[in-house]
């Protein structure tokens, strides 16, 4: 997790939160390892994360959806 103070960044950061398994599940709608694509669906992405929804083998951490949350609030930078 970053720091408070240092900007997330989405290939540092966001990416790696999403396994291989979350991509191969969502390839029918759009690709969680394309920083377009995710900047697209934030907010969609950002809802079924903190509803539990997403992924759908298990929720993230709190940590995990606060970074994601962070990366949204900040503009979603690649």
Known sequence: M???DRPVSFAEDIRPLFRAD???????AFDLWNVD???SNADAIL?????????CDGE???EEIELFSRWVATGTPA
């Open 22 to 28: 979350d991509r191969e599940a969502m390839d029918f």
């Open 37 to 39: 694509d995710v900047r």
């Open 47 to 55: 809802e079924r994360l903190q509803d539990g929804s997403m992924p």
């Open 60 to 62: 993230w951490s709190s």
């Open 2 to 4: 970053p720091d408070a």
